[in-house]
């Protein structure tokens, strides 16, 4: 790579800047490969003193980013392959034998899916992430697809077997867990990206789809009744138990969404919200982001106390980032006549937030809300008489606070006897 550079050992160290001629190399080079890039980022280790070359530059940084998605495809690459012979060796429920078949897949797909849209970007001379540098690579994607095409052939087989043998053996009595399965299978099929890079692998795609397509339909527990889809009880566990790789798992089959109802008529995200799983909560959130189907309905509300899910929000014993994240998504979507909802004790979630102290919330509401609002949440009162502000003033918490600080009240400002000279009108 450094014969397309020969001033970067002489002309660039020799006026005591190696690394910009290291930077100069990587901005002009043309197809470089990942040993290429390998040696660019231990060269400018070597310059920096060790220092994380990432750290550097924006060109560097993305030269990282690319080693490290070209090295979780290797990891995939090399894992496949024994998670096959584990699966022919070493017997297991079939159920999870399939799922960890469908992870493998999906894995392969997705590091795929990566390296391909780094040379595309490359190719076509898109410019980075947030407009920085996106450098020229080749990244071979070809003898790569060729190498890794007999495992994931395998994997997709393996899959097939397991499905028509289990299907064979199971009828009426089928687990839900296998129709899950091949609903994420079908799902990753018609995924554009994914289709296009097993089709790069020579994996007929339209035979797998039809296959897995029949074994799913037949057994969709709302196939034969014409009714609505029912989420099966293991859902609502992991969402009230903070189970996120299951309720991640079930958002991504289609099984089930944010808006989904329990036996007491509450959605998914509320039960998040109840039961304080804020993971959950921002796993659903992701899926289905409040204006798409399946999402959470914004004006949900408690059919007893009246609470929002501001309200709910606002209750959380640890507001960590992760409720604020929530918090915030679900605050900027909410229509300002949501926002002022009072619940069964006239008191909108802001009266929550006051009791606590949450000045995160507080600060919220008075940076983002008109003034109107603002005006409403802070100084309406509740069916006691009290007002945000009063609760504030009066809440334990406060007086621990304050008596904990030493906190001295200043007295109220007087006007001063006289003007001072420097601000009278000429």
Not at 177 to 187: G, N, P, T
Not at 234 to 255: I, L, P, Q, R
Request: charged share 20%; aromatic share 8%.
């Amino acid at each position: 790579i450094f014969d397309q550079s020969q001033d970067l050992s002489r002309d660039d160290v020799g006026n005591g800047d190696p690394l910009q001629g290291l930077l100069r190399t990587l901005r002009t080079a043309d197809g470089l490969r990942v040993a290429d890039l390998k040696t660019i980022m231990e060269s400018a280790r070597e310059i920096c003193g060790g220092q994380d070359p990432a750290l550097i530059s924006m060109e560097l940084l993305r030269v990282h980013e690319i080693l490290e998605t070209v090295a979780v495809w290797d990891q995939r690459v090399a894992a496949a392959p024994r998670i096959l012979n584990a699966g022919a060796s070493r017997p297991r429920k079939a159920e999870v034998w399939m799922d960890t078949l469908a992870e493998t897949i999906e894995e392969l797909v997705s590091a795929w899916v990566g390296l391909a849209e780094i040379e595309d970007r490359s190719r076509k001379g898109v410019m980075g992430l947030n407009g920085g540098f996106e450098p020229s690579v080749n990244l071979n994607l070809v003898p790569r697809a060729q190498s890794v095409a007999p495992t994931l052939d395998a994997l997709f087989d393996r899959m097939l077997e397991e499905i028509e043998a289990f299907a064979a053996q199971s009828h009426a009595d089928t687990p839900y867990d296998f129709y899950l399965i091949c609903r994420r299978i079908e799902r990753l099929l018609t995924n554009p990206d994914a289709r296009t890079a097993l089709v790069s692998m020579d994996i007929p795609v339209q035979d797998l789809s039809r296959r897995v397509k029949r074994h799913g339909t037949a057994h969709d527990p709302s196939s034969s009744s014409g009714q609505p889809q029912v989420v099966p009880g293991h859902f609502w566990k992991a969402v009230t138990k903070g189970d996120v790789k299951t309720v991640e798992y079930f958002c991504s089959s289609g099984v089930a969404t944010a808006s989904s109802l329990d036996s007491n008529g509450h959605s998914a995200f509320w039960d998040a919200l109840a039961f304080q799983q804020s993971a959950v909560a921002d796993v659903l959130l992701r899926y289905f982001p409040p204006g798409s189907p399946g999402a959470v309905d914004l004006a949900e509300v408690h059919h007893t106390r009246q609470d929002t899910l501001l309200h709910l929000l606002c209750y959380f014993d640890q507001f960590d980032a992760t409720v604020a994240k929530v918090m915030r998504s679900v605050f900027d979507a909410t229509p300002a006549h949501l926002l002022v909802r009072l619940n069964h004790r006239q008191q909108s979630f802001l009266f929550i937030a006051a009791a606590k102290l949450n000045f995160w919330v507080l600060s919220l509401v008075l940076k983002q809300c008109p003034p109107e609002v603002v005006q409403q949440l802070f100084f309406a009162a509740d069916a006691t008489g009290h007002t945000c502000c009063s609760i504030m003033s009066h809440s334990p918490a406060a007086a621990e606070a304050v008596t904990r600080a030493r906190v001295h009240v200043a007295p109220a400002p007087r006007e001063p006897d006289r003007v001072p000279r420097h601000m009278m009108f000429p």
